[in-house]
């Protein structure tokens, strides 16, 4: 081997390399990027949600208006006039998209079995319930991620009255409002329904204007 084998072996490396990083690393997601803001723009920027109507489905940004969140990521609501999302471990104080995760609490954990139920006690507190009365698993139970952005169609009825009384709305134009806000299943088969906690309180907020 002569002595400037290395040396060819060495710039035909860092051609590859090269190569391989203009393509890859910019052509390719250039191009994904291009296809996703024609295909899909309102996905491809975070599926954000803004104070405007938002009447378009999950994804639109429903005109110009001030983005308050994503349909993908929960936040906090407080407060017997909003619906309440599913409680969080995510960060100190919940809904941290920083500290996305889950309690990693066993079922046999009693602080668990604890926290469970305080959360049951103040769901039925909150909402009039009995205290035999059947609460859904995700007004009690925190999320994997901690930053669930949708609640079960039983738990978003089950708050309907609470948030109708605070708002001094008819109950049927609550229960509307649920229904307007249910996603079915994805595909039709996947997952169960559910309701978007944001999408489902600012078209509170339109209502009560």
């Known amino acids: 081997m002569t002595a400037t084998a290395p040396l060819r072996q060495l710039f035909a490396g860092l051609r590859v390399l090269l190569a391989l990083t203009l393509v890859l690393g910019l052509a390719y997601p250039l191009a994904i990027t291009g296809v996703a803001q024609i295909a899909a ?6 599926s954000r949600v803004s104070t405007v109507a938002n009447a378009n489905g ?20 407080d407060g017997p006039q909003w619906f309440h999302p599913r409680p969080s471990a995510a960060g100190e104080d919940g809904y941290d998209t920083l500290a996305s995760g889950a309690s990693n609490l066993g079922p046999n954990n009693p602080d668990l079995a604890a926290a469970v139920q305080e959360r049951l006690t103040t769901y039925r507190a909150e909402n009039g319930l009995s205290a035999g009365q059947r609460v859904p698993a995700d007004a009690v139970t925190a999320g994997a991620s901690g930053l669930d952005p949708d609640i079960s169609v039983e738990n978003a009825r089950l708050q309907s009255a609470r948030v109708a009384r605070a708002r001094s709305l008819a109950p049927a134009a609550v229960a509307k409002a649920v229904n307007d806000a249910t996603k079915g299943r994805t595909l039709g088969i996947l997952g169960e329904p559910r309701v978007n906690v944001l999408r489902l309180n600012l078209a509170l907020d339109r209502l009560r204007r």
């Open 41 to 46: 723009p309102g996905n491809a920027n975070g």
């Open 58 to 77: 999950p994804g639109s940004e429903g005109g110009a208006g001030r983005v308050v969140g994503s349909d993908l990521v929960g936040q906090p609501f």
